[in-house]
């Protein structure tokens, strides 16, 4: 009997139980076949495995083009070499049969194995592996010289690992050879290797593979033959590679049965979890080592479900990460590949063109849909049916028709009858089944009621078909990716809608009037919050005043612009009623009060409940006293320029916001001079990210200093000089520049409290509408100057005056006297003597009303005048 080779880590004599003939020495070690290949195709590493395979030292390989070494690029395996050398791009692995040229001019044909490996930062290249084993002159097909049997392999067994007398792959015993029905022990015993539902692997003293069954096929992605000869990290470069190798060592030494909680993973990876490997000694019949077995199985369940939650887990953090529809979708697609399918694609129906949710579906109706994303593991794309942004048309009855219409998802296999047809009908489906794919998940991307499309998920590299727990894993993921995208077109629709409703409720035109230039901006918020309340008014009043409103509610969204709305027409409201600011601001502060008492007594919500919080300006410019009188609740004071240039914010005392109650609010008066500017705005100017407040209000301040030929201009200057990026919080913007009403434009008498004056009145306006240019309207002017002044005398106080206001097409008629004392229409009987006076005035004027003061009222009345 041949001695057996010495136990490793034993020493000679130790061995030997009796005498007999010496034992050959073992055979030495050949080493690997390694090289490096950077993205270029040039060879950077050269092994000394590789030296003796092809004969060239280092030195005449290594930064020489790779593809030299290739016998024959129009050989098929040349030329499938020269494809994966000469494009690294988009490739983790590569195997397959290659002829490469010896040194000495033959052609040597090996199976090559190639890794991609990341060398410094971005840069990579490719390990490229062999085993030195093959058919090279003199040795048998197992790698050792011919008449030797291989190391690790049992003696009185063949390479294959098969009993004496059998053929190595599959041989038959004798009594199955000459006829038998039963197969003999070696047929079952190599059945069972190659069957077995675990993952098997033989590897010899040299820990070189030189056995797998289908298993670990399967599991590596690689046949027996293409790895036989190579140790496992050379198969599966990943540290759960290198600790099995050590393992097996320590097998090897002798070290006893070892276990690892992790094993060879999936497409060529490693698997750290759901795996549990046993390596046992494979003993001859002395009990010396000759080789290691590797056996592992996964722990399916529990794997499964640790997967899929960790799965779901990371969804919720990769899915939805903004306010992007599409981008959803391709998150989506991105997490469920490769760790769920193959392949992956996302369709959303096309929404209606009047806004809203698309239509339910039908399943006997064709559905028009957008691929939104799509992600394959195929660099190429190859697998998918369409590329994102194609539009996509599913025939009635298909799967994805029954699917949406039913609203749940379902499995389909190559073969089911329902994915042919549709593979008959769509040239997409047929391209997606025709890449391979055996296997097909339809989901429905359903939120809140409402059908958005369908996930469609394929498997074609993996062999497994999908099962009822990857269905529910991929509803699962569908629906928070549906979620998502259904709150982002909600939102959408929101801020469209609110922004539709704030700019409705914004002046859509300036008025005309004569006492000020403006020019305005408006800027919504760029956040998710949506649009605010800002809003800002321009108010022509008596007596050729204009009055200014910026205000600000708190809060975002429909609730807010709402809101704006009411208080913009409460404000327009007491203006007309010509109100003193701080006035006007307690009624508005009294309105905001009731109206969130109303609104707290439904629902009881806090954020912008009727309006408190708001803040506002209102000023009032007088063109001919050149005075403006302002008054603030909580707003920023406004800025005045004067026309040499000075700016100063205008010291406006600052009163609690709207709704807050507790303390007055003060008017503030100025003059200014004719040209100066002033600038309202709201918070949001001032609330720039990049830069503090002292510095913004510096940039503010710089702008408005700045001579501009425009109030545009202005404007524009302004927000150009404080917004670097679009605002957290809306900005409005109105920049005024003052005009002065001259004493020729106006005229004013003092009048006695005698009836007989009034003849003398009528006579003062006829001539001074003489000396305008303005005798078409001395009718109208003498009745209006008759009925007002008589009602001052005959129901008012001393002193009285009156005054023509001549502002370019419209002339107002005034009278002043000490009395609080309102008049008001009302209609006159019959056989009444008076009380038609102002009854006559409302239908001649094109409007009228009475102003009070602190001391009298001024009854007016305004009439158009016709171009000239």
Known sequence: MER??????????????????ARPAPPTPTPTATAAVDARGIVTEWSEGARQLLGYPPSEVVGQPAARLLADDADAAGAAGAAMLRDAAGRERWSGTVALRHRDGRRVRRELLAHRRTVDGPLTEWLVVSAVTGTPEGQNPAGTPEGQTPAGTPEGQTPACTPEGEAARGGTSGSEASGGGTPGSGRLGEWAFRQSPCVLAVFDADLRLVRANAGMEQVLSRTEDRMRGLRLPEIVPHPVSDETEAKMRRVLEGGGPQRLRAGPGPAGTGAEDGWSTSLVPLKDPAGHVRAVCLAAHQRIQEHLARQRMLLLSEASARIGTTADSGRTAQELADIAVPRLADFAAVDLLDAPRHGGEPSPAAPDRPLSMTRTAVRSVLDDGSAAASAAGTKILCPALSPVARCLAQGHGALYDAADPDLVRWARQDPGAARLLGSGTHSVMVVPMRAHGATLGVALFGRHRRAEPFETDDLWLAEELTAKAAVSIHTTRRDSREHTSTMTLQRSLLPQTLPDQGALDIATRYLPAGTRAGVGGDWFDVIPLSGARVALVVGDVVGHGIRASATMGRLRTAVRTLADVDLPPDELLTHLDDLVLHLSADEGGTDGAAESAGGIGTTCLYAVYDPVSRRCALARAGHPPPAAVTPDGAVRFLDVPAGPPLGLGGLPFET??????????????????????????????????????????????????????????????????????????????????????????????????????????????????????????????????????????????????????SSSTAPHMRRARTFDEGGRGLLLVGQLARRWGTRHALTGKTVWAEQSLSPG
């Open 668 to 817: 503030f008066e100025t003059e200014l001079p004719e040209g100066s500017l002033l600038a309202l705005y709201t918070d949001g100017l001032l609330a720039a990210r990049d830069h503090d407040i002292d510095e913004a209000l510096d940039k503010m301040f710089a702008a408005l200093a700045r001579p501009a030929k425009t109030l545009d201009t202005v404007c524009d200057r302004v927000l150009t000089a404080m917004l670097t990026h679009r605002p957290d919080d809306d900005i409005a913007l109105l920049v005024a520049r003052t005009r002065v009403l001259h004493t020729d434009r106006v005229a004013a008498w003092d009048l006695a409290c005698d009836p007989a004056v009034v003849a003398r009145a009528r006579k003062h306006a006829t001539e001074q509408l003489t000396a305008w240019g303005l005798d078409d309207a001395a009718f109208i002017t003498e009745l209006t100057v008759s009925e007002l002044v008589t009602n001052a005398i005959r129901y008012g106080r001393p002193p009285i005056q009156l005054r023509l206001i001549h502002e370019d097409s419209t002339l107002t008629c005034e009278v002043f006297d």
């Open 4 to 21: 057996l080779p010495t136990h490793p880590g034993e020493r000679p004599h130790e061995s030997d139980a009796s005498p007999g003939p």
